[in-house]
């Protein structure tokens, strides 16, 4: 069979992607399922942020921090795809709580979130990032993330209370 | 019920932080390529095959459609599914034939591939 030149050309640039994305999709994952609260919309943020990272490649070497750069790539992902496909949560997640009802309440809470709520409240509880790190992730002034994340708070209270 | 939304939420975030991520998942879907062949074929032939197909597009733009405008007709691959999760079985050569609808009309592309070394 005839062996496709750029294939092969491309094998060391394909390698440091791939050790990326192994280091980084469960990071991403488990974000993404912070954020969505469904595993069919976590599995395709992750797909979405892999090819993003991908065509984003020669960027790589040159990254201080790949994984803030892949977390901002994430929200933009999360909030791209706007809504949340509806999806029963991984076992392994409902084994380790302690209260799976409890559990599948919050993941329907969170659900009804907007998405730019959702990514607020994960970056914050879920990432513990300060509100620089958020403003810069989210590329919006620090206010604004002091004022969106008391809404996210105060909407995701009046939804849980409401259920 | 008394339990505090906010409590609630962090042991949620707690749990999502232990989540097993999905190592590679067979997960064919027919309507975004880079999609389907990075998420099907986890590993190193898997970006291979996604940097051919990407430069692909991205030397010949004038011929080659955007990437969500291409369907994967047809992905056949001998003992690549396997192969591409272990490392030592990935250095053997496997084959991709892809069928592609493109703007163009059908493309297919054949390759072969034994890890990134091909």
């Known amino acids: 069979m005839r062996q496709i030149g750029w294939f092969g050309a491309q094998a060391k640039e394909s390698d440091e992607v791939d050790n990326l994305l192994r280091e980084l999709r469960p990071r991403i994952y488990r974000l993404a399922l912070a954020m969505c609260a469904s595993v069919e919309s976590a599995e395709d943020i992750v797909q979405e942020v892999s090819l993003r990272l991908i065509r984003s490649r020669r960027k790589l070497p040159h990254l201080q921090d790949p994984w803030a750069w892949t977390r901002r790539i994430t929200i933009r992902c999360v909030l791209d795809s706007r809504s949340v496909a509806p999806c029963p949560l991984p076992q392994d997640l409902i084994a380790r709580c302690s209260d799976p009802d409890e559990t599948l309440r919050v993941a329907a809470t969170l659900a009804t979130l907007s998405p730019d709520h959702r990514v607020i409240l994960a970056l914050a509880i879920f990432e513990g990032l300060s509100y620089e790190e958020m403003s810069e992730a989210l590329n919006i002034p620090v206010g604004s993330v002091g004022s969106r994340l008391n809404q996210a708070r105060e909407r995701f209270r009046t939804l849980w209370e409401k259920d | ?118």
């Not at chain 2, 609630?8 to 067979?26: D, I, S, T, V």
């Not at chain 2, 032939?45 to 405008?69: F, K, T």
């Not at chain 2, 272990?86 to 069928?99: A, E, L, N, T």
């Open chain 2, 1 to 118: 019920m008394n339990t505090q939304p906010e409590d609630a939420l962090k042991r949620f975030y707690e749990a999502c932080a232990h989540a097993q991520a999905p190592a590679h998942a067979h997960r064919i879907q027919p309507h975004s390529l880079g999609r389907n062949v990075v998420w099907a074929l986890a590993g190193p032939a898997a970006v291979g095959l996604m940097l051919g197909v990407l430069s692909l597009s991205e030397r010949r733009p004038s011929r080659a459609p955007a990437l969500s405008a291409m369907t994967i007709r047809q992905l056949r691959q001998d003992d690549a599914m396997d192969s591409v999760a272990d490392p030592r079985r990935s250095q053997r050569v496997g084959q991709f034939r892809i069928c592609l609808d493109t703007w163009h009309g059908p493309m297919s592309c054949q390759r072969r591939f034994s890890s990134c070394n091909a």
